[in-house]
């Protein structure tokens, strides 16, 4: 049987601090989450009532009993020595390593699982704001002013983001998702002049958040550190992506932690970074290098997935088709296999990964992949 990995949306429903605008998003993917999604303390009336329109079901089961009930718990397994974190926010999986008690490391295999924590909100969301108390255009000089308020925000994010766009996160950094969003809401004529005016001062929130993101980048840029992981984080994102080896106050407590398993690697989006255990934990320079690359992939695949919003990311298109075992922790490892033209996952005495080569047919869709979500990859 295929393991699937981690279930993204499902933690993202078990998460009381997934914002109203990713529960949406979630609901509108997943229809066997409606239950936890409406239990979610997050689900605002407007999406309660669409996913009673969409899934009648759903109500009638509500009415008979408690919708948690055939639901999966919190606390049901994924994937197979899977790490979670408390409270787990976007999970894209974890990277674990079997260490042995009393300080002696012993052979094993590392389970890739990635934690994602947050996402990139901008001002409040207009998500959540009841459509109930939107009436028609009043066509004041209000609501003209934020309209051109809103539109030259908007040319101006875009001249930002086209200094970013060929990074492989950049969608991310720019909240892209969210901003697209937005544009199509505010041409809505039934808006209030009041929900006109806070899509425009969303609008101000993102561009100056994008302005000082570039900023900020230009001065992370250097390894600092001087580490074999930074240099790859700094190379691939271009300052945007941040790093810190905190993995074991970010990225939580293995669920296998009796088996002596422990979290070394997990991703967060806000911020966006990539969380690793120190250095000395992680193996050999190689093995650093594969930890470092599986965990980047994680957040272009995201990236990716943001910047197609409704239609499917490139890599799950792959997946879904059985590439890669039909599994995204897997195309993970193969990006990372891929990236440094290595054929085994064995490194300094211990297995990496989830222990599958992927073969040349499958390295040469993801070097096209890469191609085309502008992931670093070496010709």
Known sequence: MVDRGYDIDLAGVQNPSTAPAQLAEIAARRGDLHPLVLAHPACYPQL?????????????????????????????????????APGPRRGRGGLCALLGCGGLALLGVIIVAIVFVGGLLVGPSTQDRPTSDRSASEGTTARDDSLAAFEAERTRYYELYAQIESNPVAPLVADLLAFRRWESSIADPSLTDASVAQYAADARGAREQLEQRIADAATRRTNASGSVTEAIVDESGQGFIDIAWDASAECGTSRRADEGRITIGCVSEEPLAVH?????????????????????????????????????????????????????????????????????????????????I??????????????????????
């Open 48 to 84: 309660r009532e669409w996913i009673f329109q969409v899934n009648p079901s759903v109500r009638a089961a509500m009415s008979a009993g408690p919708a948690m009930a055939s639901a999966a718990a919190p606390g049901a397994p994924t994937a197979p020595g899977a790490a979670m």
């Open 276 to 356: 690793l255990a120190p250095e000395d934990q992680l193996g050999g320079d190689t093995a650093r290098r594969v930890v470092a690359l599986h965990e980047l992939s994680h957040l272009y695949t995201r990236a990716d997935s943001d910047a197609k919003g409704a239609a499917l990311s490139a890599s799950t298109v792959l997946v879904e088709q059985g590439h890669f075992q039909g599994n995204s922790e897997v195309f993970a490892d193969c990006y990372a296999l891929t990236y440094l033209d290595l054929w085994t996952l064995t490194f300094d005495g211990r297995e990496y990964g989830y222990g599958y």
């Open 358 to 379: 992927c073969t040349p047919e499958e390295r040469q869709l993801m070097r096209t992949w890469a191609a085309e979500v502008h992931a670093p990859m070496p010709q």
